[in-house]
């Protein structure tokens, strides 16, 4: 017997969404972010980035439902911002729709990063030898 969760005719508006969460009390209204972000899977990531490049803070908790990752940017580089996009599908979504409440329109996939860089960058990642 086949079970949906949903009912196909229902078109009630959801309890709360993304947007009205980050605007919220308990969502804290985090700062517009860039357009273009790239979430990373692994939690060694954010750290390798924060130890290999010169980066600031966008966003110390971003206001997720289910986990609050910080987002960072590269000095310098205000066009791509980064965050961990949580671990499984639930949470990786939860970050996707609240980075596009914040005014993200672009998410990519970590192992994207230098061809993200390279279109958003101007001619690819910086090189982290010279203390970009």
Known sequence: ME?????PEDDTAPIITAREHVRSAHGGA?????ETCVLFEIGMAMRH???RYKTRVLSER???FLENPSVLSLK????????????????AVDTV?????L???ACHPGWDVRRVCARHLGGGCPD?????
């Open 30 to 34: 985090d700062a517009p972010l860039p």
């Open 62 to 64: 971003l206001s997720c």
């Open 3 to 7: 079970r949906n969760w949903y009912h």
């Open 49 to 51: 980035l924060k130890k």
């Open 97 to 101: 729709e609240t980075l596009r409440a």
């Open 76 to 91: 310098g580089e205000g066009a791509v911002c980064f965050t961990r996009g949580g671990y499984g599908a639930p949470a």
């Open 128 to 132: 982290p030898a010279q203390g970009a």
């Open 103 to 105: 005014g993200g329109k």
